[in-house]
Structure formats: structure tokens, C-alpha cells
């Protein structure tokens, strides 16, 4: 079983940063792809990005890109996802999952997620 807790999430005005986390405990935290989704209320939940497990491979959501940076501390099994240019739209919670394959964009495939966290950016 493995367990994620994300944190960093909080309230900022458009055009700040944020730096969110995630922690994965239970498994062998190289054995894992990480990815973040987020879901704003009244809608799906949307891939973000997401980091294989070896951290060489990242992904991103087409229209985040240049926004957005994903790493990995293997050290801290740490996920990172730093985000710049914030913007009003990019309210949501944020959820970080694992999956023991390769990085996928479809939540169905991921069978580890964390328990959220909120970013609420004001205009």
C-alpha cells in the first residue's frame, strides 16, 4: 500500500507562485511514476503533470506548459511541482498519484492518490 500526502497548497494572488509536495511512503519510491491532477469544482479531474520513475521523463498538460515544473528528490521521496504565473483559472485541489508503470494522463490508471490540496488564486 502506498501513501501520498501532499502539502503547499494555500491562496495567492494571480501572477504568484506556489511550490507544491508530494510524499510517497509504503514502497520503494523508484518503482513509482508520480503525477499531479486537479479538479476545480463542477469539473473532471485533469492531468497536470507528471515525472517517470527513473525522474528523467517529464509530462505535461499542453496548455500548462512553460508554467510549470515537476521534479523528484529521491532522497526525501519528494515529488515537487513548482508553478509560476499563476492564474485565477488554475484554482483547484490539487492531487498528487502514484502508479508502478509509466506516467500516464488518465486518473483511471493510477491506483495511489494523496489526500488533496487547495490552491485558490484571487484575480
Known amino acids: 500500500q502506498v501513501t501520498l500526502v501532499e502539502s503547499g497548497g494555500g491562496l495567492v494572488q494571480a501572477g504568484g507562485s506556489l511550490r507544491l509536495s508530494c510524499t510517497l511512503s509504503?514502497?520503494?519510491?523508484?518503482?513509482?511514476?508520480i503525477a499531479w491532477f486537479r479538479q476545480a469544482p463542477g469539473k473532471e479531474r485533469e492531468f497536470v503533470a507528471g515525472?517517470?520513475?527513473?525522474?528523467?521523463?517529464?509530462s505535461y498538460a499542453e496548455s500548462l506548459k512553460g508554467r510549470l515544473t515537476i521534479s523528484k528528490d529521491s532522497r526525501s521521496n519528494t515529488v515537487y511541482l513548482q508553478m509560476n504565473s499563476l492564474k485565477p483559472e488554475d484554482t483547484a485541489v490539487y492531487y498528487c498519484?502514484?502508479?508502478?508503470?509509466?506516467?500516464?494522463?488518465?486518473?483511471?490508471?493510477?491506483?495511489?492518490w494523496g489526500q488533496g490540496t487547495q490552491v485558490t488564486v484571487s484575480s
Open positions: 515525472i517517470s520513475r527513473a525522474g528523467v521523463s517529464e
Open positions: 498519484a502514484a502508479r508502478f508503470s509509466t506516467v500516464s494522463t488518465r486518473f483511471n490508471d493510477y491506483n495511489g
Open positions: 509504503g514502497r520503494a519510491f523508484s518503482g513509482y511514476a
